[in-house]
């Protein structure tokens, strides 16, 4: 059981897909626009991405690339009416892992959905990075949750992508405006208090006592650092 995204704006298309992967007990969000997709993505990261090239707001080429540029690993297969070779080849080189021409046969489809699924698996498995511990809980990146004994709590996409971070930091200070640039993106600028809001809600879901965190610790005039 997966999360699927299906960026496709072929109506009927991406209904049938819905209909298969959903029979086959994945969970799917659906995007006609590239800018639904990037709106899907913050709300729920997908376990896999099916990728349509020609989109009425972006190319699949430029989305495809996006989508790795900011450090997301799961698999993309892309979908297209093109079917030369040249451009299988620059999906595969901006980071798809699949590439499948219209008109396709949705069992081969499926076939390959399930494939990449399996190799993408062990990235998901407990002691990767997408899964690791905070004192008395568990991280679990992949589902962007919060385990806390039989207690789930969700986690928003920036705060996932914060704690990635951290975590790949652990026990070194990173600072606001690297957490800035690498998650939100270079030449963003949102709110001052932005990264510090995200901070406060996520000592809520990981900290004992968020008024003394012991986790995800202040450090002066810098950021922020996480003792796990
Ligand atoms: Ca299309």
Redesign the pocket.
Known sequence: MAHVLII???KDLAAGLRDNLEFEKHTVAHAATGAEATQALAQRLPDLVLL????PDADGFDLCKRFRDAGHTMPIIILSARGQEIDKVRGLELGADDYVTKPFSLRELLARVSAALRRSAPAGAPGSTESFRIGERTVDLRRQKVIAGREELPLGYYESEILRMLHQNAGQAVSRADLLERIWGAGVYPADRTVDNHIVSLRRKLEPDPKKPKHILTAHAVGYKLVV
Do not use: A, K, V, Y
């Open positions: 496709e704006d072929e349509d090239l020609m989109l």
